[in-house]
């Protein structure tokens, strides 16, 4: 299996922030990353798809870039709907994989 | 716009099979090449991507899971559905079903059901 590791596993942060999530694969999975949030009680929210597309009705705030074993998730400026667990996952081979979370608090 | 409504049990016995059934509304399981897929998160841990079926090519499952997991897409009642057998408590999360579509890609999600394995 392709193991998905993400960091931090968490991070505090302020309404305004520039906040940047990694993810790296234990073997290139090429453009294959998506990216979800995550609310308690919720289901997961897809984001960003292919590595960077970002998905319809998503805020532009949200930015994804990287290829073959690292990848970026970048929110340009936090806002407070934006703490959450995001999750990376790779689309590249079967089973397909998550990594365990970033969860983004309030500083 | 795609719902998905997930049904089943909350609470199973150790030994038993969980049947959860996923029912789509505002599209049909039948179009499209999609990927309708199963995905679970224990209590305090990690996404787990369970498998997918799927009407135009062939399902997959995760070898984790073995041989104890069942998907099948019920095109008659726009429904999908996941059978796991022989349940320990090791199988305690909430289930989620989803849409797959090209690379891996989970773009509509139902709302997510706890299922408890207990006696």
């Known amino acids: 299996d392709i193991q998905m590791s993400q960091s931090p596993s968490s991070l505090s942060a302020s309404v305004g922030d520039r906040v940047t999530i990694t993810c790296r694969a234990s073997?290139?999975?090429?453009?294959?990353l998506n990216w979800y949030q995550k609310k308690p009680g919720k289901a997961p929210q897809l984001l960003i798809y292919?590595?960077?597309t970002l998905q319809g009705g998503v805020p532009s705030r949200f930015s994804g870039s990287g290829s073959g074993t690292d990848f970026t998730l970048t929110i340009s400026s936090l806002q407070p709907e934006d703490f959450a667990t995001y999750y990376c996952?790779?689309?590249?081979?079967?089973?397909?994989?998550f990594g365990l979370g970033t969860k983004v608090e309030i500083k | 716009q795609l719902h998905l409504q997930q049904s089943g049990p909350g609470l199973v016995k150790p030994s038993q099979t969980l049947s959860l059934t996923c029912t789509v509304s505002?599209?049909?399981?039948?179009?499209?090449?999609?990927?309708w897929t199963w995905i679970r998160q224990p209590a305090g841990k990690g996404l787990e991507w369970i498998g997918h079926?799927?009407?135009?090519?062939?399902?997959n499952h995760n070898p984790s899971l073995k041989s104890r997991v069942s998907i099948s897409v019920d095109a008659s009642k726009n429904q999908f559905s996941l059978s796991l057998k022989s349940l320990t408590a090791a199988d305690t999360a909430v289930y989620y079903c989803?849409?797959?579509?090209?690379?891996?890609?989970?773009?509509?999600w139902g709302q997510g059901i706890l299922v408890t394995v207990s006696s």
């Open positions: 505002g599209g049909s399981v039948s179009s499209g090449t999609f990927f």
């Open positions: 073997q290139s999975i090429n453009n294959y």
């Open positions: 292919g590595a960077f």
């Open positions: 989803a849409r797959g579509e090209y690379g891996g890609v989970l773009d509509y």
């Open positions: 079926e799927s009407t135009t090519v062939n399902s």
């Open positions: 996952q790779q689309g590249h081979s079967f089973p397909y994989t």
